[in-house]
């Protein structure tokens, strides 16, 4: 069964850091591109990052680029999203999401999200 | 950028077929995904490829895409599948490629 499981989200003060995990489960995950989602409280979903099945291709979108960067683990099957510079509009619940087998699919899979709250 | 639009709510009563859209400049070229969500929770593929279903989802759930429009399709509607829905394709105009989302539908089932 395949599991995503995302931690690290938590209360940050804005212009602070933090680094969230997914532990991946029940699947090959080095063979696998993955993402990071996040939605705003009340709001839609917004695609955050993506990062290729060996880490060398990595995109992000034009609200995070150069503040944030995508990892992955393959030896450890994990994924990372390191968080700075923070902004009060970064506050959301951050899924983890799995690509589906071809180059830049679906997202078959998502974990359960993380919040990360960003206040003073 | 790519802008994918969706109606903001769509209602439909039990047993009847309930059509969402997903506009976009030429989607047609495109392939598109959907996925739902229910409050709480993570969201759920269900149409993958304009037309393809996940395996576990019921063949109620269908989907196209044509022109300027995709359309998910619930036929025979059932209250469990009340939930926000939404839209996303790969904008790869550029050599950065970018996930764009709709900005989802909710579906109310009276």
């Known amino acids: 069964e395949v599991q995503l499981v995302e931690s690290g989200g938590g209360l940050v003060q804005p212009g602070g850091s933090l680094r969230l995990s997914c532990a991946a489960s029940?699947?090959?995950?080095?063979?696998?591109?993955m993402n990071w989602v996040r939605q705003a409280p009340g709001k839609g979903l917004e695609w955050v990052s993506y990062i290729s099945s060996s880490g060398s291709t990595i995109y992000y979108a034009d609200s995070v680029k150069g503040r944030f960067t995508i990892s992955r683990d393959n030896a450890k099957n994990s994924l990372y999203l390191q968080m700075n510079s923070l902004r009060a509009e970064d506050t959301a619940v951050y899924y983890c999401?799995?690509?589906?087998?071809?180059?830049?699919?679906?997202?078959?899979?998502w974990g359960q999200g993380t919040l990360v709250t960003v206040s003073s | 950028s790519y802008v994918l639009t969706q109606p903001p709510s769509v209602s439909v009563a039990p047993g009847k077929t309930a059509r969402i859209t997903c506009g976009g400049n030429n989607i047609g070229s495109k392939s598109v995904h959907w996925y739902q969500q229910k409050p709480g929770q993570a969201p759920v593929l269900v149409i993958y490829y304009d037309s393809d279903r996940p395996s576990g989802i019921p063949e109620r759930f269908s989907g196209s895409n044509s022109g300027n429009t995709a359309t998910l399709t619930i036929s025979r509607v059932e209250a469990g599948d009340e939930a926000d829905y939404y839209c996303?394709?790969?904008?790869?105009?550029?050599?950065?490629?970018?996930?764009?989302f709709g900005g989802g539908t909710k579906l109310t089932v009276l």
């Open positions: 029940g699947f090959t995950f080095s063979s696998y591109e």
């Open positions: 999401a799995r690509g589906g087998g071809d180059y830049l699919a679906e997202f078959d899979y």
């Open positions: 996303q394709v790969w904008d790869s105009s550029s050599d950065h490629p970018k996930v764009v």
